[in-house]
């Protein structure tokens, strides 16, 4: 591997032999070795590490355990006594490992653009801020052959039915943003959908507008919505065939995996960003952990 000196105007490299080894040093928080360099040049000294997107982390052994028990029904308060860490240590990791799991994912959907999706399928999962006269509404998107997560959006929706009313008179005006979240969503994934590919959804008012936007070359089908059934979080449908079975097993799957998302739980979500971050952990953890990503071929 080629290292380069950090300082911008020094153009060394190990490439040109203007940046040397200088030694190495045992890093406390794993016990490993990392190799230092210094540069002939400006004489600046760096290791290995200092490229790293884990740079200055002091408990880097709990990162993987933590990625995997976010993605098991585990809350941040568990992760933190069960690793005996600091719940703001827990915090701080979640964000670290959000970020990391963002990059892995735009990474597979730059590869999915040369394996297109023929078939896609998408619809709305609802949650809730703290309570449920503060609704959040998750939009995801599938893969329905191969049953990958294309991506997730949280965005705010004002109460609906008998708690609208309750909800505007203790919380005032409540904006909805599901248009906005759904306008991210289409715009990270349009790249990996096919001109000739079939979207499918349910019959919501604001998919057509989406779809003609996006997608205006692509057969667009639409389907009657279900009554739910016990199983699956209530996400499985009692009909005898759902033509939206991809998609609401893996909202099935969301709700039973991630602890924020589980119904009638003592966790809930209280910032938003949060759980979007929860919900990009899991994306990368279903999608290259759990299925396998994309198969060479």
Known sequence: MIYNCPNSPCNSSTKNKLVIKDGRYKRACDSRKIQRFRCKVCGKKFSRATFSFEK?????????????????????????????????TVARKVQYLAEKSRRRQ????????????????????????????KPLSVSLAVDKKRRFVLGAEVSRIPAFGHLAKKSKKKYGYR??????????????????IDRDALIESDEHNTYPKIVAKYFSSQEHKRYKGGRSCVA?????????????????????????????????????????????AHIDIFICFYNLDYLGGLNPT
Request: glycine fraction near 4%; include cysteine; proline fraction near 1%.
């Open 106 to 133: 735009r990474s597979f959907l730059k590869k999915l653009e040369k394996s297109q999706v023929q078939n896609m399928q998408f619809d709305d999962l609802i949650t809730l801020e703290h309570t449920k006269m």
């Open 232 to 276: 699956g979080q209530g996400e499985l449908k009692r009909q005898h065939f759902d033509p939206l079975f991809t998609l609401n097993h893996t909202c099935a799957m969301f709700r039973a995996h991630i602890n924020r998302l589980i119904r009638k739980s003592w966790c809930s979500t209280k910032r938003v960003d949060m759980l979007q």
């Open 56 to 88: 200055y982390q002091k408990k880097r052994r709990v990162n993987h355990r933590i990625y995997r028990m976010l993605c098991d029904r585990s809350s941040m308060r568990s992760i933190s006594r069960e690793l005996n860490i600091n719940y703001k």
């Open 175 to 192: 904006e909805n943003h599901h248009e906005r979240g759904l306008n991210r969503l289409m715009g990270k994934i349009y790249r990996t």
